[in-house]
């Protein structure tokens, strides 16, 4: 299985309230051991761990410019209009249509400010289904008037009026969209308690946050839509900007689809032209590296955020995700503990709990989990931590406990990819095979990543019908092409390639790719997909130390421990490969098809030459 990370994870801006993590070890004494910080971080920056989220601050979120509102000049104009204008965004842009910046630029759609510099009638913002302009539609705007001059003065009220028909649609797309959509944290009201708490000044936060229930929907794509039609009218609007850049990270990520880095970073860029180093966007490129893998570039980036808003929520979780990334667990954890005090919520427990059970406390990572799950609201918050507590359970091998949490998850959105991906996994190690290849063939059909497509082809493998060969080497081809799709559009796919290539594709290619990624990081992840593709070229004298370098946090992965049981095998180990191969079978016994087929046969071996 591919090491988990937040991509998917929801992140929020808004005001840090309710209970921290450090709430939930609070019933049980001996998990204090465990006490966040409250005074310093190793390093003396920020702490964090987070990506995605729910609807805004306060529930709502203000459409508008460089200072986060828009004023509605236009309230007499007729609804049917304001419908006619909302219809264009319905239709999500392909990624071929998208232009260099981001945002469709229709040489026919002219701004706002050129409208008011000029008394010529222009266009109004369409993605090209719009057919009318403003003032076609307005019976004041005659041209009776235009010998008293009255003319140029409704050109300019038309003008105005378009602006405002922008921010209208742009507001009804956010009122309609806080609990399922995008929240657009443009909100001048999103007061970070910790600020005041510590005697500073009350800091605005800014940066964007997408709800975590889009990750399955179209609502992603209808709202990108709308923040084209917006930029269109302001394209000034820097925060809309850097809300459009990651909106195209959160699009790429969820939907498999690496073509949209490119465009997200151009948003991003445009962003911080307009206004260099507002948090939103420097949040944004955060999030953006962290996607591509680039986690050296997401640490900087999140630092800098943290700079300008100590308080951003965005920031705070993807420095905790770059310091995992990077394999400097205790850094980690130490952001993780300022960013539960800083901004205790969903995002920021979700994180707290993967520090918590990266180093093999697994009783922890459970209690704050099941704490952000009583504290999720929306359907996205429920979906993305029951799932947590769903893979967390199936990793220690309580098949039906993960079930339970991902019928939960799929309870609060039935299109929950993760969720489904998760569950496919558990039916296939309870022996429910036809459901979870079923399963996963869903999730590959709309979410065509190296995880699921591997494990997919591994349950073809280990069915054996006739056709299921070829249609295993199908799924590990789809893994190469996209790997390369991705390395096309800048995201490092080392860890990936080495994985899957180690069982399913070159092994040179595997050993190569983990040695690049391992010299750019030291995780247990890179460390155990290193000692594997050592292992499967000959080379396991080598192989051994990082083998045992996986293991050594105390993470609880019975693929790791089934890895070094093999490695120890083939070294002249033997009790110890006893020892670790039935530690891996134990642990979680339907860990993978193959592997967990191939553990109990070296065990079966060591146990007969006893």
Known sequence: ??????????????????????????????????????????????????????????????????????????????????????????????AESATATGVDTDPGVTTAEADSDRGTTTTAPSDGNATATEADTDPGATTAEAGSGAGVVDERVAAVRRVGAAGRRWRRVQLGACAAMMAVGLTAGAIAIGAVRDGGTPHVATAAAVSPGLLASGDLDTAIAALQTHLRAQPKDYGSWATLG??????????????????????????????????????????????????????????????????????????????????????AEQAANLADQRRPGVPVFTRYAYVHELRGDVTTARRVLERALSASTTPGDISYVAAQLGQLAWNQGRYEEALTYYARALAADDTYLPALEGRARAQAATGQRAEAIKGLETVVARYPLPGPLVALGELYEARG?????????????????????????GVNVDLDTALAAADHGDRATALRAARDDWSRRHTVHTADALAWALHVNGEDAEALAFARQATATGYRNASFLYHRGVIEKATGHPDDARTHLAAALKLNPGFSPLGAREARTALKTLEADK
């Open 1 to 94: 299985m591919s090491p988990r990370t937040n991509d998917g994870a929801p992140e929020h801006e808004r005001p840090a309230s309710g209970p921290t993590s450090e709430d939930a070890t609070a019933a049980d004494p001996n998990l204090r051991k465990n006490e966040p910080n409250t005074t310093t971080e190793a390093d003396g920056t920020a702490g964090t761990n987070g990506t995605a989220g729910t609807a805004g601050t306060n529930g709502t979120a203000e459409p508008g410019g460089a200072d986060g509102t828009a004023e509605d000049t236009s309230a007499k104009r007729p609804t049917s209009e304001v419908d006619s204008a909302e219809s264009a965004t319905a239709e999500a842009p392909s």
């Open 246 to 331: 990651l909106a195209y990270v959160e699009q790429a990520r969820t939907k498999g689809d690496p073509s949209r880095y490119p465009q997200a970073e151009q948003a991003l860029k445009r962003s911080l032209s307009l206004k260099k180093d507002n948090d939103a966007a420097l949040a944004g490129r955060a999030a953006l590296a962290a996607a591509r893998h680039d986690f050296s570039g997401a640490l900087t980036y999140a630092d800098k955020t943290l700079k300008e808003n100590p308080y951003s929520e965005r920031a705070l979780c993807s420095r905790i995700d770059a310091l995992v990334e990077l394999g400097r667990y205790d850094d």
């Open 465 to 489: 019908a006739q056709g299921d060969e070829e249609k295993a080497q199908n799924q590990y081809a789809l893994v190469d092409a996209w790997t390369a799709i991705a390395r096309a559009n």
